[in-house]
């Protein structure tokens, strides 16, 4: 089970930790602890020793469009999450991280961002793009300050210039995780984060983090 970013085991009554994931960007996020404890289970099971099993975790690269992270820029965390494209896939990262500069939107599905509502204080400002962004500005309504951007490139503009001026809460991070289909403005979702990476890099300063593509 996961105590916080401590994975742990029970046995007869006593606990151990068998992993941490402190650190770890690519597996942040309670989903990602759950994860981490089905592979660790895997892991003992063929014998593998605690420190390669932590090694791995410590390794893993993360998946591509799946809380990717993509750049940095001092306190500001790039995160492409393009492959949530419902509300339930958008979520475990809305839920990962205390100070959200959100990008959403695209070709909307049933039931919008209103599952949503319960994250919303951890959402610094929203950046609407696409077809979606009409119906989601108005469930955001007084709840979260917003703008539509229209397209993803002026959304990522945005909010990065945003986020780089919130530098008293420490880290915070422009998130893609648009909550919708991207069919209205491009081929896929892959083909959407990956319009999210390149317009992150052209951000003077931004230091792009490999390993996922």
């Known amino acids: ?25 690519s597996l942040r996020g309670q989903h990602n602890a759950q994860n981490a404890l089905a592979a660790i289970a895997a892991c003992l099971k063929v ?5 390669e099993i ?14 990717e992270q993509v750049g940095r820029k001092g306190h500001v965390l790039f995160i492409n999450d393009s492959k949530a494209t419902n509300a339930d896939a958008a979520a475990p990262a809305l839920s990962s991280f205390p100070r959200i500069y959100w990008i959403a ?51 990522v503009e945005h ?18 995780s648009p909550a919708c289909a991207s069919f209205d403005q491009f081929k896929n979702f892959e083909v959407r984060g990956e319009t999210f990476r390149q317009a992150a890099s052209t951000i003077d300063g931004v230091k792009l983090i490999g390993g996922t593509r």
């Open 47 to 51: 014998g593998l020793e605690l420190g």
């Open 105 to 155: 939107g695209g070709l909307p599905k049933e039931g919008g961002i209103e599952p949503l509502r319960g994250l919303f204080p951890r959402i610094a400002k929203a950046y609407l793009i696409g077809e979606a962004a009409p119906a989601f500005s108005a469930t955001l309504g007084e709840a979260v300050p917003y703008e539509i951007s229209g397209t993803l490139a002026a959304a």
């Open 159 to 176: 909010a990065a210039s945003d986020a780089a001026r919130d530098d008293d809460n420490g880290e915070v991070v422009v998130l893609l």
């Open 54 to 67: 932590q090694s791995g975790l410590e390794s893993f690269p993360g998946l591509a469009h799946r809380m």
């Open 1 to 25: 089970f996961a105590d916080g970013t401590n994975l742990m085991e029970a046995v007869h009554g006593r606990y151990s930790r068998v992993a941490f994931l402190e650190g770890i960007g």
